[in-house]
């Protein structure tokens, strides 16, 4: 399973640190809100191509 999704989501290392950092700043940013669902709702408008 992990070899397919390999296939199908072209992700390398760089793609994947700098998702990483910007949920970071995302969650900086939010410190301080108890809504666990407007968080990933500010992840999924900080990454709109990703689904």
């Known amino acids: 399973a992990?070899?397919?999704?390999a296939t199908v989501w072209r992700?390398?290392?760089s793609v994947l640190?700098?998702?990483n950092n910007r949920i970071?700043?995302?969650k900086r940013m939010a410190?301080?809100?108890r809504d666990d669902a407007y968080f990933f709702l500010k992840?999924?408008?900080a990454f709109p191509g990703i689904p």
């Open 11 to 13: 992700l390398n290392t």
């Open 24 to 26: 970071k700043v995302i």
């Open 43 to 45: 992840i999924r408008a």
């Open 2 to 5: 992990g070899i397919a999704a």
């Open 17 to 19: 640190e700098g998702i």
């Open 31 to 33: 410190y301080g809100f």
